[in-house]
């Protein structure tokens, strides 16, 4: 199975600011890289595909990056309704694994 | 709009079974694969099985192979799992989740999920 490590595994933030999270792949999964938002008792939002492909609705100060094994999302300005969790899921094979998830807060 | 709404969570003992249900809507059901994936309590995703757009290919994690089974109904638009033989590992918050972008292993929406929780 592909591992997918993201980090950090937490991280706080300011309102504004510039927000970066990496996940890498165990083995190159070319783009085949989705960017998920789960919300405390919500489902998952799927917010980028494709490694950079922003999913209509979402709005802009999201996006991603990356190829093969190394991969960055970023959040441009960071808003209160920002606050989250965020995985990252490879699905180059199967079984189609997720990072561990970067837990978002306000500071 | 996609509609996914799962049904048929609950509290059930260590060894006996449960069958969720996923009824969809919205979107044309028969032509897209469809994937269950689980969150325990506080804790991360794991994806438990993809079954293709015809019913045809069904694949598991290895966690619940030989004990869960993976169905459709395309004339109810409708995804089933069948859980037997449940352990208390296998507690979680169950969601149905809609494949697209011409691949089979993307997930790309997601239903509201249903509790099922294992425990004597």
């Known amino acids: 199975d592909i591992q997918m490590t993201q980090s950090p595994s937490s991280l706080s933030a300011s309102v504004g600011d510039r927000v970066t999270i990496t996940c890498q792949a165990s083995?190159?999964?070319?783009?085949?890289l989705n960017w998920y938002q789960q919300k405390p008792g919500k489902a998952p939002n799927l917010l980028i595909y494709?490694?950079?492909n922003l999913k209509t609705g979402v709005p802009s100060r999201f996006s991603g990056s990356g190829s093969g094994t190394d991969f960055t999302f970023t959040i441009s300005s960071l808003q209160p309704e920002d606050i989250a969790t965020y995985y990252c899921?490879?699905?180059?094979?199967?079984?189609?694994?997720f990072g561990q998830g970067t837990r978002l807060e306000i500071k | 709009q996609v509609q996914l709404v799962e049904s048929g969570g609950g509290v059930v003992q260590p060894g006996r079974s449960l069958r969720l249900s996923c009824a969809a809507s919205?979107?044309?059901?028969?032509?897209?694969?469809m994937h269950w994936v689980r969150q325990a309590p506080g804790k991360g995703l794991e994806w438990v099985a993809l079954?293709?757009?015809?019913?045809?290919?069904?694949r598991y994690a290895d966690s619940v192979k030989g004990r869960f089974t993976i169905s459709r109904d395309n004339s109810k638009n409708t995804l089933y799992l069948q859980m037997n033989s449940l352990r208390v590992e296998d507690t979680a918050v169950y969601y149905c989740?809609?494949?697209?972008?011409?691949?089979?292993?993307?997930?790309?929406?997601w239903g509201q999920g249903t509790l099922v929780t294992v425990s004597s």
């Open positions: 989740a809609k494949a697209g972008g011409g691949s089979s292993l993307r997930i790309e929406s």
């Open positions: 919205g979107f044309t059901f028969s032509s897209h694969a």
């Open positions: 079954i293709s757009y015809d019913g045809s290919n069904k």
């Open positions: 083995q190159d999964i070319s783009n085949y």
């Open positions: 494709d490694a950079s």
């Open positions: 899921q490879h699905y180059d094979n199967l079984p189609p694994t």
